[in-house]
């Protein structure tokens, strides 16, 4: 093995999804209409929400920064891999591989926090609805969204200035379409015993924590729900919080779905595969899931395109 002042890496190959040539023009033109949709979507949200008035709440707040870190989340990792397809280059440098993984972390642990956050104000909305706004000031939401960011920068920094001192040896493929911290890990040629321990301490603690406080939320949330004597009233309760539900499941059972299948299979193009389930396709789906489900996102969002008539 190298020592690491003789060992120097300058670039790792991304694999992809698939090698097979003839599918590169399928996946080039898949991918970009994925993207293309999910930065559009997304956008809209935050115009929508930004323009009305009436979104002017905790609740359209959170989803605007939601729809910002999910801009960003498929930035992170789409356009290198469409660039890489239509240049038939696998190279990604050293430098541009741990910065795709720092921002990687940052915006899908940030994907965590505020969903976490969501349900904490659909909690209160429901459970506490005669104080809501008085909970849920500008004050609480601000500081909400900024621990938010600062819990997601201090992970993604930590986990990756802990990669920068492992030695690499001369394999240097990695089997994703990104430079996922786990495959990075286990390139190194030497003991990666202790970024192991603080890779999967902070998904159990980073994930665990965020996920048990969703689940009391809704525990609650149910209970309430379930004291509404009228049906009229149950269904309004739940309607308010049907869209967060929705994406909070797509999230956590695409990112479930992801490593049980990775786990199962042992194949790295199959993991790379479902890596695309949180990845592309949870981001592309948010704003239809908000604005197909909810009408005061429609009404904005025709008041938006009016006013631009």
């Known amino acids: 093995m190298k020592?690491?002042?003789?060992?120097?890496?300058l670039e790792f190959l991304l694999?992809?999804?698939?090698?097979e040539p003839e599918l590169q023009p399928?996946?080039?033109?898949?991918?970009?209409?994925?993207?293309?949709?999910?930065?559009?979507?997304?956008?809209l949200i935050i115009l929508a929400t930004i323009s009305d008035s009436h979104l002017h709440t905790p609740m359209y707040f959170f989803l605007s920064n939601l729809s910002f870190v999910d801009i960003c989340f498929a930035?992170?990792?789409v356009p290198k891999m469409l660039v890489n397809i239509q240049t038939h280059n696998k190279v990604i440098t050293y430098a541009g591989c741990i910065t795709q993984m720092c921002f990687f972390l940052l915006f899908v642990g940030l994907d965590n926090f505020l969903l976490t956050v969501m349900a904490y104000d659909r909690f209160v909305a429901i459970c506490h609805p005669l104080h809501?706004?008085?909970?849920?000031?500008?004050?609480?939401?601000?500081?909400?969204?900024?621990?938010?960011w600062i819990m997601g920068v201090l992970n993604s920094v930590l986990q990756s200035l802990m990669v920068l001192p492992?030695?690499?040896?001369?394999?240097?493929?990695?089997?994703?379409f990104f430079c996922e911290i786990n495959q990075v890990i286990?390139?190194?040629?030497?003991?990666?015993?202790?970024?192991?321990?603080?890779?999967?301490?902070a998904v159990a603690l980073l994930g665990g924590c965020p996920l048990t406080g969703i689940l009391y939320s809704y525990s609650k949330i149910v209970s309430s729900i379930r004291a509404i004597s009228s049906a009229q009233?149950?269904?309004?309760?739940?309607?308010?919080?049907?869209?967060?539900?929705?994406?909070?499941?797509?999230?956590?059972?695409?990112?479930?779905?992801?490593?049980?299948?990775?786990?199962?299979?042992?194949?790295?193009?199959?993991?790379?595969?479902?890596?695309?389930?949180?990845?592309?396709?949870?981001?592309?789906?948010n704003p239809f899931i908000y604005s197909l489900r909810n009408k005061h996102i429609k009404g904005a969002m025709k008041r938006f395109f009016r006013g631009k008539q």
């Open 26 to 43: 399928f996946l080039f033109g898949l991918f970009l209409s994925m993207y293309l949709v999910t930065v559009f979507g997304n956008l």
């Open 15 to 19: 694999l992809g999804i698939s090698e």
């Open 132 to 148: 809501y706004m008085v909970i849920m000031n500008p004050h609480l939401c601000g500081l909400l969204v900024l621990a938010s």
């Open 186 to 201: 286990h390139l190194a040629c030497s003991d990666t015993f202790l970024n192991d321990i603080v890779m999967y301490f």
């Open 233 to 285: 009233g149950k269904y309004k309760a739940f309607s308010t919080c049907a869209s967060h539900l929705s994406i909070v499941s797509l999230f956590y059972g695409t990112c479930l779905g992801v490593y049980l299948s990775s786990a199962a299979t042992h194949n790295s193009h199959t993991g790379a595969a479902a890596s695309v389930m949180y990845t592309v396709v949870t981001p592309m789906l």
């Open 75 to 77: 930035s992170t990792t």
């Open 3 to 9: 020592s690491w002042n003789n060992t120097i890496i």
């Open 166 to 176: 492992l030695p690499f040896c001369t394999h240097m493929e990695i089997p994703h």
